[in-house]
């Protein structure tokens, strides 16, 4: 929501975009494709999150549809203990893009 986002969605720019524009558009521009996904078996930690790299969420009832895979498409999954299968989609973006973060700063995993 706007409140939520504390006013900081009037400072991005939107694009309205279906899935085959949008996988068109990235790779045209090379552009390295990570997606979140419960079946992955990549752990999110070990994935190269540097560079030029675009982050994918899927909707929290459907996930990704199947046009997210292939070849130039990497897949991670968030390790889950317990009952629950995944994070609702702000939490794990909110994980993957301090994991970008740390990565592109080079600070070590904790052990």
Request: proline share 2%; charged share 20%; glycine share 8%.
């Amino acid at each position: 929501t706007i409140r939520a986002s504390l006013g900081t969605i009037f400072a991005l720019p939107v694009v309205a975009a279906t899935t085959a524009e949008t996988l068109a558009w990235l790779r045209a521009r090379r552009l390295r494709m990570v997606v979140a996904r419960v079946d992955a078996d990549l752990d999110y930690a070990d994935a190269d999150l540097t560079g030029a790299v675009a982050i994918v969420f899927g909707s929290e009832a459907g996930g990704l549809s199947e046009a997210w895979s292939g070849s130039d498409v990497q897949a991670v999954r968030l390790a889950m203990l317990g009952a629950a299968d995944s994070l609702n989609v702000s939490a794990t973006a909110a994980v993957l893009f301090y994991e970008a973060l740390r990565q592109r700063k080079g600070v070590q995993r904790p052990s």
